[in-house]
């Protein structure tokens, strides 16, 4: 497709749930961003993947959430035990390459709004 | 921890004028900074990008200043419309190992223009 696309685009699940969460990058893109959006908050910085692996997963906020990007393209953000307070905006982005002499801009899809009641 | 702060919060004027959005930054060691406009229930569009050997970039009707040194950016929107409606968030990019790529954000600048 033309940009990155996520779904599903709302999600609303009970409490102590298991939610999965799938981006699909611009094709050809190496670097994929996951990023979490509260109400009235900037995005925050989950977890990045360059190629398959993540190369910086320092934004988890603990053991529930965990990330895969198995073939380097499509990713999925799996969240176990939902709680209340995991409810937001999950934005994901992609970029071309990280290396010195690129602008590494970043494009984002639409996100996915996640409720846990 | 790199911090980014965005000045105001909110702004409502009326169609015509020309805006002023600013970001500041903590940490001046950046390898580049976005400027993005976020549409409500929407994702982010990316509106310019400054790499931080430049001082500015325009976009038609948009120009992006940069001063590394100071750790501040501005918007300017010139002959502001109705359309402009949204909010306009300030990320940076660390110069430095394994932070490099991820986006530190701003809390977003939420614009109205009236008619």
């Known amino acids: 497709g033309a940009g990155v696309s996520q779904t599903p685009s709302n999600k609303v699940t009970e409490k102590g749930k298991y939610v999965e969460l799938r981006c699909d990058p611009i094709?050809?893109?190496?670097?994929l961003y996951w990023y979490r959006q509260s109400l009235g908050q900037g995005p925050e910085f989950l977890i990045y993947?360059?190629?398959?692996?993540?190369?910086?997963d320092s934004g988890l906020p603990n053991d529930r959430f965990f990330a895969v990007r198995p073939e380097g393209s499509v990713s999925t953000l799996k969240i176990q035990r939902t709680e209340r307070g995991d409810s937001a905006v999950y934005l994901c982005?992609?970029?071309?390459?990280?290396?010195?002499?690129?602008?590494?801009?970043?494009?984002f899809g639409p996100g996915t709004r996640l409720t846990v009641l | 921890k790199q911090e980014v702060t965005q000045i105001p919060a909110a702004l409502s004027v009326p169609e015509g004028e020309n805006l002023v959005l600013n970001c500041s930054f903590t940490?001046?060691?950046?390898?580049?900074l976005q400027w993005f406009r976020q549409d409500p229930g929407k994702g982010l569009t990316s509106l310019l990008l400054?790499?931080?050997?430049?001082r500015e970039q325009t976009s038609g009707r948009l120009n992006a200043s940069l001063d590394k040194s100071s750790g501040r950016s501005t918007l300017y929107i010139a002959a502001s419309q109705p359309g402009d409606s949204a909010t306009y968030l300030c990320?940076?990019?660390?110069?430095?190992?394994?932070?490099?790529?991820?986006?530190?954000f701003g809390r977003g600048t939420q614009l109205t223009v009236w008619p």
């Open positions: 982005a992609s970029s071309l390459r990280e290396l010195a002499e690129s602008y590494n801009e970043q494009f």
């Open positions: 094709s050809g893109h190496t670097a």
């Open positions: 993947f360059q190629g398959t692996g993540a190369a910086d």
């Open positions: 940490d001046s060691a950046i390898y580049n």
């Open positions: 400054i790499q931080s050997s430049q």
């Open positions: 990320a940076v990019t660390l110069d430095r190992g394994s932070t490099l790529g991820r986006l530190y």
